[in-house]
């Protein structure tokens, strides 16, 4: 009996221990039912959250679409700016709260923040970051209303698109494009080519012909017809920058009564203004074989100080005369723009860069553009090596140097550097087939330009697109 009694407890023992694992196992799995269960909910509250986050940000792009300069979402205060979200039977099921920050002078970048938040009691957030922008005419290295020609030794580092045919010898580290897809080559006679074409080493085949790649050549390719640019808006441009620049928060230059100014840029913010009195006479024996439309030595020979002006808070400088420009600048978006008007092909203007015009950084901090009505000239007595840092616009005539003979002083230039973008109207350049001008032209495309242009810089569209997009 006795061992009876000794088996029966230890089954009871044996129940116990095994009801008591069972009793862990089952609150083990229960707790972990409610964990996986609470994490879900919180899961799907922060896709909620991001969702709602989002909204808020296409929500601001469609509020910019329609609103183009307003970055305080309606209501002329500084934010935060607070929205409820509704689900779609109208019940507010959360919230996002937009911060704004407009852009800085000369630039088209607006940053969205948008905080997504749900009301289920989960406090689920989610912030997002986006930066939109409308591009600009810096879209391209080099962008003409004309036929083109880049010949041996010029070395282009960005996009690269004409209105008309573009003849390229050299070597284009990007996309060369043009608005045809056939052209006479006014440089010689024959049948037309295709729009997009070179003579270096192997002369490309004729229109009907397989285009060869030739990446010796076109290292990103070629490609044509594609849109045209619009040049035509430009005079309503220069009519804009005229009347920001005669504003207290501007700087406007009228007419000299003599050749025009010199205008030298500081590093300090600030730029000396010179009255030009007289430019240098062409040389003995130096003519103009090409009869090109206002040749001359475009260079100052007297000068009278004016005054020293700080940079304009718009950072505008509007000047009813000719210009010369140099310089350097160390954190600072300027543009010059150069015109007369009522405009007339007798009296259009134009500015002239016959030393360095530098930046001091190249992140985007420091941005010059020279808009000119007439042409951006070169001129006879400019630096051996010379430096340009900005966007050049030649609204009615050309960016490039005149063609200097060999009795002219300093026909032969050895370096021409251009740090930024050129817009010509004409044909551009810097050098010629016989050897005159900058023997080595480097044209490197300034990416900062593209949606952080100089002040007031012409736009190639309305409408705003994203550049960025994180969760911050």
């Avoid at 010059?336 to 009296?347: L, Y």
């Avoid at 941005?367 to 609204?395: F, M, P, R, T």
Wanted: with cysteine; glycine share 10%; net charge negative.
């Amino acid at each position: 009996m006795r061992l009876k009694t000794l088996n029966s407890g230890y089954l009871l023992i044996q129940v116990l221990v095994f009801g008591a694992i069972g009793v862990v196992i089952i609150t083990g799995l229960l707790g972990w039912a409610g964990t996986s269960l609470r994490y879900s909910k919180l899961l799907n509250s922060r896709e909620q959250a991001l969702a709602i986050a989002e909204s808020g940000l296409d929500y601001y792009r469609w509020h910019l679409a329609h609103a183009t300069k307003d970055f305080q979402d309606g209501t002329g205060r500084v934010g935060p700016y607070v929205h409820s979200f509704a689900d779609k039977d109208g019940n507010v099921i959360g919230q996002f709260t937009l911060t704004i920050t407009p852009p800085i002078v000369g630039s088209t970048i607006v940053t969205i923040v948008s905080k997504g938040e749900v009301f289920d009691g989960s406090k689920a957030v989610r912030t997002l970051e986006s930066k939109l922008a409308i591009p600009s005419l810096a879209k391209y290295a080099m962008v003409a209303n004309t036929d083109m020609r880049f010949g041996e030794g010029t070395e282009v580092f960005g996009p690269v698109h004409s209105n008309g045919g573009i003849r390229f010898d050299g070597l284009a580290h990007n996309l060369v494009t043009s608005a045809r897809a056939t052209y006479s080559d006014p440089d010689h006679v024959g049948a037309d080519e295709y729009a997009v074409h070179t003579h270096l080493g192997t002369v490309d085949p004729l229109p009907n012909a397989t285009l060869p790649a030739r990446t010796d050549v076109f290292m990103a390719g070629r490609q044509s017809p594609v849109p045209a640019v619009d040049f035509v808006g430009l005079s309503a441009d220069l009519a804009t920058i005229k009347a920001s620049a005669n504003t207290s928060s501007g700087k406007y230059l009228a007419n000299s009564g003599s050749q025009g100014y010199h205008l030298i840029l500081k590093t300090n913010d600030t730029f000396d203004v010179y009255k030009v009195t007289s430019i240098i006479s062409t040389p003995r024996n130096c003519d103009d074989p090409g009869n090109q439309d206002d040749w001359g030595t475009w260079s100052i020979n007297k000068e009278t100080y004016v005054t020293n002006y700080p940079f304009p808070s718009n950072g505008l400088i509007f000047v009813e005369d000719n210009v010369w420009v140099s310089g350097q600048i160390n954190t600072a978006r300027i543009t010059i723009a150069s015109a007369r008007f009522p405009e007339s092909t007798n009296t259009n203007t134009s500015i002239t860069i016959n030393s360095d015009l530098k930046y001091t950084n190249f992140d985007g901090q420091d941005v010059i553009s020279l808009v000119a009505q007439d042409n951006i000239n070169v001129g006879e007595y400019s630096d051996d090596d010379l430096e340009i840092d900005g966007a050049l616009v030649a609204k009615g005539g050309r960016v490039g140097r005149y063609y200097y003979e060999s009795a002219c002083d300093n026909a032969d230039r050895h370096s021409l550097t251009l740090f930024g973008m050129i817009a010509t109207k004409e044909r551009y350049g810097f050098a010629y087939t016989d050897g005159r001008g900058y023997d080595i032209r480097n044209i490197t495309y300034d990416g900062n330009l593209l949606y952080g242009p100089p002040p007031s810089f012409p736009l190639t569209s309305d409408q705003y697109q994203t550049i960025s997009w994180r969760e911050i």
